[in-house]
């Protein structure tokens, strides 16, 4: 759908991302009370913290000295070879082991047949036999060290098993010395620790190394892994508990299998933060560096390559709903129902006034124009003969944009499932559909792949699934009954299974496109976990989110390991739409609901600020979701695939959609009739693209923008009510005569490199003459 709470932004206390800026630059304003404010705290916290001793009290108090006992975690691994064997397969065959009694470890290793392995003993050898002196002399082992850089070029070994060594290293040298250990390895780090004395008793006579043990706790090693971004190698842990289940084999010491990886989420990051006063004033200085926005710029401050956009989706746009062999779609039939208030067999025509359309996109300065396919234009029935006057117009708008000079970004499923699927199996509920849209998939890609290098497989899938499965607000309008008057569905189940299905045909459609068509094209690419995690994590770790899979249960359906190849990975880009931002309170009680969907299952109430009309002009929420990618997702490509002045007048549609009550008429965006004076427009626009380039500038791998929308279309569940267009369309002209608003010719502006100032925003109102001229005499 057009506008919906799809990338809502936690404020910092509820786990948002944290923007950390880089260095001012001369087109930057800063807030000078804030950052005197920010420093002073932190000079106070500074203070505190070398009074404090760097925090040395609170760990000696869980670190234990040297106890008594019988087992060393050295001997420890030699018994836990055959489990780590079945955890990590292939991996074992070439791995380095760091710890005292290294040449026992690397012994037994290298009896088994085709492997390689070698030891760093950390301490001395002074009373080591012939064979381990043998195993020095060969350079198989090597005393070192380990606090100091290893000699070893990054990836050497696929796996680095760590016992007893890390028990004799401060906080200090740890921080340097399990960063090394994973540069090394390619599977990642297994760390056997020793228990505290409570537990069972490890760690026989070691006083010889010269330092006592610090036997840290369970919560002490967890806390530190999320300090330290090391992530658990999931699936190679959950191998190891089922191998020790099969072999009766309990671990007498702490068992970690890690890999390094920034995928702890931002809460954590914040939770690092504060749990080290050092680290906390290290935050703050960076917080007063983000008093530094951009207030003025230019699109020539953006990087080469950086694209500028705007979109439309078929349905919304494209009108002649009953012609030249299109047949309904689920939201030709949910509309005509009367369930919105409209429908889009008009909607603005470019069907038949693509051309003008595509003029005015290069009037404007477009680089990109995104736009979606109709299922039922191109392929009537879901399945079968392509319908070749379908064929023919998207071959025409194509080659229109291309002859322009305007990219074509193509999205495949803008939720406009052809009526016959969904009345044939139930559409995206049904395995069925993998098969059905992968076919329709080839088409496309047969027919427009020559010109088009940017394919989105499926718009929103996770909103799609919510507003259609779950509150039945949307078409196929299914949900439970004891959730919304709808006469069929299952909100428990469905918006799982049909997000389910979506991936499986996203995964299918991508490896159809990378086998066949790739040489032709250029190559494509609690709350958050449960909105962008949902999609997101199965694209690039190949599972849902753990929390998702826990809350969820067997209703959230499992992938085979198969299927998590095949979706892992399989995206080679992120479209990320964001409107406003929403705020999020903790709920675990919705967890204890008999009846529980999607939005029980986060544990979360979300809710707007009393302005509402103010949440939805806070760029900072668009700067959280690019950061939470770059820091959570590995940075993935980016686009920014719908961005529009948000109206709200729609407090129904917004109150089940968010699960809430909202009473208030809000309006900050222009009614349809409202004047082409759109200055809250233009302020929107002006502050969203400033924190794009901010977020740019600060390493995200964010590739490009677009303004929702470019014309006023049919607006899913509000019609013609509201307007998000660049261009006002005359619905009481009988062609539908388009006229640029105030933000067309400032769009324009910034597009052609003309400087655009904040200053000269807010003065707008004062003196709209400054923006106010026809677009064809630029």
């Known amino acids: 759908m057009s506008r919906r709470p799809v990338n809502p932004a936690r404020r910092l206390a509820d ?67 055959p489990v780590l064997k079945k955890a990590y397969g292939d991996s074992m065959l070439k791995v380095l082991h760091v710890g005292p009694e290294t040449c026992s470890v690397v012994s037994k290793l290298l009896k088994e047949e085709d492997t390689e392995a070698w030891g760093v003993e950390p301490y001395d050898l002074d009373d080591a036999d012939a064979n381990c002196r043998s195993l020095v002399r060969k350079g198989i082992v090597r005393v070192a060290d380990i606090k100091f850089p290893l000699p070893y070029r990054a990836k050497s070994f696929s796996l680095v098993i760590v016992s007893d060594a890390v028990d004799y290293l401060s906080p200090k040298y740890l921080n340097r010395t399990l960063p090394e250990l994973a540069r090394v390895s390619v599977d990642g780090v297994v760390i056997f620790a020793g228990y505290p004395g409570q537990h069972r008793a490890k760690v026989s006579e070691l006083s010889k190394f010269g330092r006592p043990a610090k036997l840290r706790s369970s919560t002490w090693w967890i806390r530190y892994f999320l300090q330290n971004s090391l992530e658990e190698n999931e699936v190679a842990a959950k191998k190891f508990d089922q191998a020790s289940v099969k072999r009766s084999y309990k671990p007498a010491c702490q068992v970690y299998a890690k890999i390094v990886k920034t995928t702890s989420t931002i809460a954590c990051l914040l939770q690092s933060v504060m749990l080290r006063p050092f680290f906390l004033l290290i935050f703050l200085l960076n917080l007063a560096a983000s008093a530094l926005t951009a207030v003025e710029y230019t699109k020539n401050d953006f990087p080469p390559g950086f ?176 959730f919304n008057n709808c006469s069929r569905g299952n909100s428990s189940t469905e918006p799982y299974m049909a997000v389910h299905h979506l991936l499986l045909a996203h995964a299918s459609v991508a490896r159809l496109y990378k086998k066949n068509y790739q040489e032709d094209a250029i190559a494509t690419q609690r709350y958050f976990d449960f909105l962008i995690g949902w999609v997101a994590n199965p694209l690039v770790y190949g ?133 082409l004076e759109d200055i809250s427009r233009v302020e929107y626009l002006h502050a969203y693209i400033g924190i794009v380039l901010d977020t740019v500038r600060n390493g995200s791998n964010t590739k490009g923008y677009f303004v929702w929308s470019f014309l006023d279309v049919f607006e899913l569940l509000d019609g013609y009510k509201s307007s998000y267009g660049l261009y006002y369309v005359d619905r009481d002209d009988p062609d539908l005569k388009r006229y640029p608003k ?36 630029q």
């Open 15 to 81: 786990g948002g991302s944290i923007p950390f800026v880089g260095s001012a630059h001369s087109k930057s304003r800063s807030s000078p009370l804030l950052s005197v404010i920010l420093l002073a705290v932190g000079a106070v916290l500074l203070i505190g913290y070398l009074y404090s001793g760097s925090g040395k009290s609170t760990i000696e108090k869980e670190a234990l000295s040297k106890v008594e006992g019988v087992v060393s975690c050295t001997l420890e691994v030699q018994r836990a070879l």
């Open 307 to 482: 694209i500028f956009g705007s979109g439309t989706s078929a349905y919304q746009v494209e009108g002649a709903a009953n012609e030249d062999g299109r047949t309904p779609s689920i939201w030709d039939t949910f509309a005509h129902a009367g369930n919105v208030l409209g429908n889009g067999d008009i909607a603005c025509d470019e069907y038949h006034k693509y051309k003008e359309d595509v003029k005015l996109m290069a009037d404007t300065g477009l680089d990109a124009y995104r736009l979606s396919i109709s299922w039922s234009r191109l392929i009537p029935n879901g399945r079968g003969p392509v319908n070749p006057k379908g064929l023919q117009y998207y071959n025409n708008l194509i080659n229109e944009l291309i002859n322009y000079g305007i990219q074509p970004h193509v999205t495949l499923h803008h939720f406009d499932l052809p009526q016959a699927l969904e009345d044939e199996y139930g559409g995206w509920i049904n395995r069925m559909i993998v098969k059905d849209f992968t076919a329709y998939a080839d088409v496309c890609f047969r027919e427009f792949g020559d010109r088009v290098s940017y394919w989105t497989t499926v718009n929103e899938p996770n909103g799609f699934a919510m507003v259609g499965y779950d509150f039945g607000i949307a078409p196929p309008k299914r949900c439970s009954s004891s």
């Open 543 to 675: 599972d849902y989110p753990k929390i998702m899979k826990q809350n969820a249960g067997s209703r959230l359906p499992a992938f085979t390991d198969h299927e998590s190849q095949q979706i892992k990975g399989s995206a080679d880009f992120i479209g990320v739409i964001n409107y406003y931002t929403v705020y999020i309170k903790d709920n675990p009680s919705s967890l204890k609901q008999k009846h529980r969907d999607w939005s029980a299952d986060t544990a979360t109430k979300f809710f707007f600020k009393q302005d509402t009309a103010a949440s939805s002009n806070e760029p900072l929420s668009l700067q959280i979701v690019l950061e939470y990618f770059k820091q959570v997702y590995g940075n993935p490509p980016i686009y920014i695939h719908e961005n529009g002045s948000l109206s709200l007048s729609l407090s129904i549609y917004l109150s089940i959609y968010l699960l809430m009550l909202l009473t208030t008429d809000y309006s900050l965006a222009t009614p349809r009739n409202s004047s």
């Open 742 to 777: 105030l933000s067309a010719h400032w769009y324009s502006q910034f597009l052609k490199g003309r400087s655009v100032r904040s200053d000269e925003v807010f003065s707008l109102e004062k003196n709209i003459s400054s923006l106010s001229y026809d677009l064809d005499s």
